[in-house]
């Protein structure tokens, strides 16, 4: 899609909304809450918020300010701007970033899926009063093929939100995020006000120092930050392509991680407040609540859905809260999908598919691979253990391109020079992004690797099994990922070197074979440092003077 082509927000509350709705979701709200409690020790879940509030500015957001200003400045897929800002040789980089979000999204479907239904279920039958009704809520629904026929529905309705592209993005995220954040503030204030409450942000708010030694405490933090934030997920990256200059990446892509993880930790502050309130006031103590916490299904993936609608039930509107709250969970669900999608739909479109036919594409692909999550819920714990984990790796790559780029050229030039209006992002931000981040995801990728091995820890499964948890179902998958996207990478080019050959025979030409063959409109002559010609303002080194009047005209 030429620049000239490339539609844009047409708001800045639309932009922010936008990439709000594409990170608050059910990753808040459904997420957050067990993986803090899985992660929580007899004491307190401190030391997890600790660790989470840590990566968010050693990993996500310098992460994500890459994401926001490479997005804006190539403006094209995640495959395509890895080959443009590192070479055409890195572009496997990107193949593997994307496939990373299609096999979370192909899961991340079921789980929205869950939400249609407890939303349905809940307009036609009354809300469980006890924690044994909410739990066979929950199997029913497990032991039955609702969960596919949901995954189907989610899958459609998202196909249906990108067929035209940022138009019905912005539109859509304009009506859901709001409402879905004004439901969490009145249910977060609702829950602080039930009795016993304060025993459960006590518990959430106070420290085990033991859990330090377990590294992966260590690994769901960065790896739940970087989930909540998108980080290294290139959902931003897309969402960035549709940016102006005068969209400011560095105040937005501060800000908005920070918020969001507000919005995840008020979302824990309600569920923690509600189980202790429902528990204790029955009479059980502290440390058979701090069990039931970790034990709502597989991996505690029923959490929030098990006991949200035993708060509403608390409520003298409950019934209509909950199906509120389902709703608008709903929605937040639909558009971190949406952004998923739309990462995955502009990579097909960028390479002349037809946006309808790239949205169906998508689409059925999706859903195919959610089916296994949407049949049993362990093959879900497995998708999001290995493809949450894999955003570790994901975000060394952007660290690769940024190392590949030179990192104060980055600085400097995609980000300070190139944007308007914005906060200049510090020197700082360099010793960030090429020492402290890439060595805390070094760091952890190893140690979670030596722990696993360790033969005397009984915390992981014996390394060879392949279950849901394992090291060998990790190593299996990412490197089947790997393999494929290298070898497309390797296949692709070699192809098109060949072409070239043949045509350079016909037309007795001379053709330099190391000569990149790039489809991308944006070609690297363009790139500030790099031999080019001098483009219509060398104030603005690499935008084109078509995007120029674009982004002026909608400005206007």
């Not at 994401?67 to 495959?79: D, I």
């Not at 016993?196 to 420290?207: I, N, Q, T």
Request: aromatic share 12%; hydrophobic share 50%; proline share 4%.
């Amino acid at each position: 899609m030429a620049d000239h082509e490339t539609p844009l927000f047409k708001s800045k509350l639309g932009l922010v909304l936008a990439c709000l709705g594409c990170v608050v979701g059910t990753g808040n709200i459904w997420r957050f809450p067990r993986i803090v409690a899985n992660n929580s020790g007899e004491k307190g879940g401190l030391t997890f918020l600790i660790l989470w509030a840590i990566g968010l500015w050693v990993w996500s957001i310098p992460i994500l300010l890459v994401e926001y200003a490479v997005g804006r400045y190539v403006r094209k897929n995640v495959v395509q701007a890895f080959g443009i800002m590192a070479g055409r040789w890195t572009q496997w980089m990107g193949g593997f970033v994307a496939l990373a979000v299609l096999t979370t999204g192909a899961y991340y479907s079921v789980i929205v899926g869950w939400c249609f239904y407890y939303l349905v279920y809940h307009c036609a039958y009354s809300l469980p009063t006890t924690y044994a009704e909410s739990y066979d809520e929950w199997n029913d629904l497990q032991d039955s093929l609702y969960p596919v026929l949901c995954h189907g529905i989610a899958v459609l309705l998202v196909i249906l939100s990108i067929l035209k592209g940022v138009k019905t993005i912005e539109m859509v995220n304009n009506i859901i995020v709001p409402v879905l954040l004004i439901i969490i503030a009145f249910s977060l204030a609702w829950s602080l006000s039930l009795t016993y409450a304060y025993e459960g942000v006590s518990y959430l708010f106070s420290p085990d120092w033991d859990v330090f030694k377990t590294p992966q405490v260590w690994v769901d933090a960065v790896t739940q930050n970087a989930w909540d934030t998108g980080a290294a997920s290139a959902m931003l990256l897309t969402y960035a392509t549709y940016m102006r200059r005068h969209d400011g990446i560095v105040s937005m892509g501060t800000l908005t991680p920070i918020g969001n993880n507000l919005v995840s930790l008020c979302c824990g502050i309600m569920v923690f407040c509600n189980v202790f309130s429902v528990l204790e006031s029955t009479g059980y103590d502290r440390q058979y609540i701090v069990g039931v916490l970790k034990d709502n299904g597989p991996a505690n993936t029923g959490l929030t859905f098990i006991w949200m609608p035993l708060l509403y039930s608390s409520m003298s509107a409950g019934r209509f809260l909950a199906v509120l709250f389902f709703l608008s969970l709903s929605f937040a669900g639909l558009s971190s999908l949406i952004a998923m999608f739309e990462l995955l739909a502009l990579l097909l479109e960028n390479v002349r598919m037809p946006r309808v036919l790239a949205a169906f594409v998508v689409g059925i692909v999706t859903f195919l691979l959610g089916i296994p999550s949407a049949l049993n819920v362990n093959v879900l714990v497995n998708q999001d253990y290995v493809w949450a984990f894999a955003l570790i790796p994901c975000g060394l790559m952007f660290v690769a391109l940024v190392a590949k780029f030179g990192v104060e050229r980055f600085r400097r030039v995609i980000v300070n020079e190139y944007g308007l209006d914005d906060w200049t992002l510090p020197r700082c931000w360099s010793f960030l992004i090429i020492v402290v981040t890439p060595l805390v995801g070094c760091a952890l990728i190893v140690w979670w690797i030596v722990e696993n091995f360790d033969a005397d820890n009984d915390e992981y499964p014996d390394w060879k099994e392949m279950s849901a948890e394992s090291f060998a179902m990790v190593l299996v998958q990412w490197a089947g990922g790997l393999i494929i996207c290298v070898g497309i990478n390797i296949m692709y080019y070699q192809c098109r070197c060949d072409k070239r050959r043949t045509s350079s025979l016909h037309d007795n030409d001379d053709v330099n074979p190391t000569e990149n063959p790039s489809d991308v409109e944006l070609s690297y002559s363009q790139v500030p440092g790099e031999k080019r010609t001098a483009p219509p303002d060398e104030s603005t080194p690499l935008i084109t003077k078509d995007r120029q009047d674009r982004e002026s005209e909608t400005e206007t």
